[in-house]
């Protein structure tokens, strides 16, 4: 497998590092786990000498990025912005410009292409993910969704692989994502290098959204959200919520999901698991107590809605 991992100036410097390191210890172990393994190669690309990552940190350039197309899979790693809008406009850089032209003017056959983080979006403006499966960090769901609306976005998973694309969540998601691309050569590699590393399994970006964090302006979802965190404690109909806020079942759906990706249902759902995980991690309250505070009857039901959304 011959990686060529693509940087420009910017890029999230520990994102790049975790890539380099797993991807170069699984060379360096290939051997010892199975001789048939096939070499791992990476070499990083890009559009000059070297590249200045996100933390000041310069890195030497192997192979200019017109090179792109002899290599197996080609990673783009998080270009380092901290927020949907700061992401968008990076976009317009001029290193995002051609990165996103050298991708979108590739043949797509024989080439795997994988992202992580913030880097996933040059991926889906070159038009690699259409009418695809991808993942993104969470809280950059609501700028994504809305900029790419053919892409099936799942924010929940930390990895998600459909045909020819790999991409991954949040920012140290790239450790994810690097286990992946080894796993395709060698599950037995991978599980060797996570020991060696002591890398946990973390299938899901599940138990860290934070809805406060999924940046919107929609004043219904806003009111929505509002009402909902005033009565957890409180049996919630959805239909009556939306009569509450002024607006019908049917309009609340279509803005909730235009928003947040997910049905009124789903938001209550978080929000009821949220406020549990904050009273089970700052009060010494019983599990049926807090059930209780956030609208279930028993610590089973809470129990059972924790197992599915964390």
């Given at each position: 497998?011959q990686?060529?991992l693509v940087?420009?100036?910017g890029?999230?410097?520990?994102?790049?590092?975790?890539?380099?390191?797993i991807l170069?210890?699984?060379?360096?172990?290939?051997s010892t786990?199975?001789?048939?393994?096939?070499?791992?190669?990476?070499?990083v690309l890009g559009?000059?000498?070297?590249v200045?990552m996100?933390?000041?940190?310069?890195?030497?350039?192997?192979?200019?990025?017109?090179d792109?197309d002899?290599?197996d899979?080609?990673?783009?790693p998080?270009m380092?912005t901290m927020?949907?809008?700061?992401?968008?406009?990076?976009?317009?850089?001029?290193?995002?410009?051609r990165?996103i032209?050298?991708l979108?003017?590739?043949?797509?056959t024989?080439h795997?292409?994988?992202?992580?983080?913030?880097?996933?979006?040059p991926?889906?403006?070159?038009?690699l993910?259409?009418?695809?499966r991808?993942?993104?960090s969470?809280?950059?769901?609501?700028?994504?969704?809305?900029?790419?609306?053919?892409?099936t976005?799942?924010?929940?998973?930390m990895?998600?692989?459909?045909?020819?694309?790999i991409?991954?969540?949040?920012a140290?998601a790239?450790?994810?994502?690097?286990?992946?691309?080894?796993r395709?050569?060698?599950?037995a590699?991978?599980?060797?290098?996570?020991?060696?590393?002591?890398?946990?399994q973390?299938?899901?970006q599940s138990?860290?959204?934070?809805?406060d964090?999924?940046?919107?302006n929609?004043?219904?979802?806003?009111?929505?959200e509002h009402?909902?965190?005033?009565?957890?404690?409180?049996p919630?109909?959805?239909?009556?919520?939306?009569?509450?806020i002024?607006?019908s079942?049917?309009t609340?759906?279509?803005?909730?999901?235009?928003?947040?990706g997910?049905?009124?249902?789903?938001?209550?759902?978080?929000?009821?698991?949220e406020?549990?995980?904050?009273l089970?991690?700052?009060t010494d309250?019983s599990?049926?107590r807090?059930?209780?505070q956030v609208?279930y009857?028993?610590a089973?039901?809470?129990?059972?809605?924790?197992?599915?959304?964390?």
């Amino acid at each position: 497998m011959q990686v060529g991992l693509v940087a420009i100036d910017g890029c999230f410097s520990s994102g790049v590092a975790a890539l380099l390191d797993i991807l170069h210890t699984a060379e360096a172990h290939r051997s010892t786990v199975d001789q048939a393994i096939p070499d791992i190669g990476v070499d990083v690309l890009g559009t000059g000498s070297q590249v200045t990552m996100s933390a000041g940190l310069r890195l030497p350039v192997d192979r200019p990025l017109s090179d792109i197309d002899q290599f197996d899979v080609v990673v783009v790693p998080a270009m380092g912005t901290m927020t949907g809008d700061d992401t968008l406009s990076a976009l317009g850089g001029a290193d995002a410009r051609r990165l996103i032209a050298t991708l979108a003017g590739l043949d797509r056959t024989g080439h795997t292409f994988a992202a992580a983080c913030t880097g996933v979006f040059p991926v889906a403006e070159a038009g690699l993910l259409e009418d695809r499966r991808a993942t993104t960090s969470w809280w950059l769901w609501p700028a994504f969704r809305q900029r790419y609306p053919t892409v099936t976005l799942d924010v929940d998973a930390m990895v998600v692989a459909d045909a020819d694309t790999i991409t991954a969540g949040a920012a140290f998601a790239h450790i994810d994502l690097a286990l992946a691309l080894v796993r395709r050569v060698s599950p037995a590699l991978a599980q060797h290098v996570a020991r060696l590393l002591v890398i946990d399994q973390r299938a899901s970006q599940s138990s860290y959204v934070a809805l406060d964090h999924l940046s919107h302006n929609d004043p219904m979802v806003l009111a929505f959200e509002h009402h909902v965190r005033g009565h957890l404690d409180e049996p919630l109909d959805v239909g009556e919520v939306a009569a509450d806020i002024g607006t019908s079942r049917r309009t609340l759906e279509r803005r909730t999901a235009a928003a947040l990706g997910m049905s009124p249902l789903a938001v209550i759902q978080r929000l009821r698991v949220e406020r549990a995980t904050h009273l089970m991690r700052t009060t010494d309250h019983s599990l049926d107590r807090i059930a209780a505070q956030v609208g279930y009857a028993n610590a089973s039901s809470l129990r059972t809605l924790m197992r599915r959304i964390l």
